[in-house]
């Protein structure tokens, strides 16, 4: 897995029982967050929009940079 990007990991069906995982974990606390019932049940409140907005930014950003290239120490991206 060694320098390969997560979506090409997701794309390519590597470590499935993590991917089962990771999904299920978002499928129960995206319940538990949004059904009333569960939501009560956990004593949680529906976030609110700009917050849910905001994190989704924030998670984007850092995805986005940890993606991005690295060049080696002394070295910039794009040049050997």
């Known amino acids: 897995m060694q320098g390969k990007g997560i979506a090409r990991v ?7 029982a993590l991917w089962w995982i990771v999904a299920g974990g978002l ?3 995206g319940l538990a ?4 019932f569960m939501n009560a049940l956990f004593h949680f409140q ?3 929009l700009d917050h849910l907005a905001l994190t989704l930014a ?5 995805l ?7 060049s080696a120490p002394g ?3 794009g040049h050997r």
């Open 58 to 62: 924030i998670t984007t950003a850092i």
């Open 33 to 36: 967050l949004f059904v009333p």
């Open 75 to 77: 070295q910039t991206v």
């Open 46 to 48: 529906t976030p609110p």
């Open 10 to 16: 997701v794309a390519t069906g590597e470590r499935t």
């Open 27 to 29: 499928l129960m606390l």
């Open 64 to 70: 986005t940079l940890m993606a991005s290239p690295r």
